[in-house]
């Protein structure tokens, strides 16, 4: 199974981003889906999760202005970044529970919030 993160740039305080993951490979379905992100000198951290019949929970940091979302079709997560703040730089990290393959991550994207 593979997860390729895509979306991650360079963009300006205030601004937006959205990030996709796709899983390819050979699997019989998809569970939770989330987002993390790792900040240098810092551990990695949720963003947010999304169940397969589309629950979601956020960490208090970006409540309000990050939403995710997913199309099971496509074996896709988003993850779509309102109001940008540096403190939100970071490599951010696809993370699906695959059936039968476990807990997989993708190799990241880097999101730099910075004028």
């Known amino acids: 199974v593979q997860l390729v993160e895509s979306g991650g740039s360079l963009v300006q305080p205030g601004g937006s981003l959205r990030l996709s993951c796709a899983a390819s490979?050979?699997?019989?379905?998809?569970?939770?889906m989330a987002w993390y992100r790792q900040a240098p000198g810092n551990q990695r951290e949720r963003v947010a999760t999304i169940t397969r019949d589309g629950i979601t929970n956020y960490a208090d940091s970006v409540k309000g202005r990050f939403t995710i979302s997913r199309d099971n079709a496509k074996n896709t997560v988003f993850l779509q970044m309102n109001s940008l703040k540096p403190e939100d730089t970071a490599v951010y990290y696809c993370?699906?529970?695959?059936?039968?393959?476990?807990?997989?991550w993708g190799q990241g994207t880097q999101v730099t919030v910075s004028s």
């Open positions: 490979g050979r699997f019989f379905s998809i569970g939770a």
């Open positions: 993370n699906a529970f695959v059936v039968p393959n476990g807990d997989s």
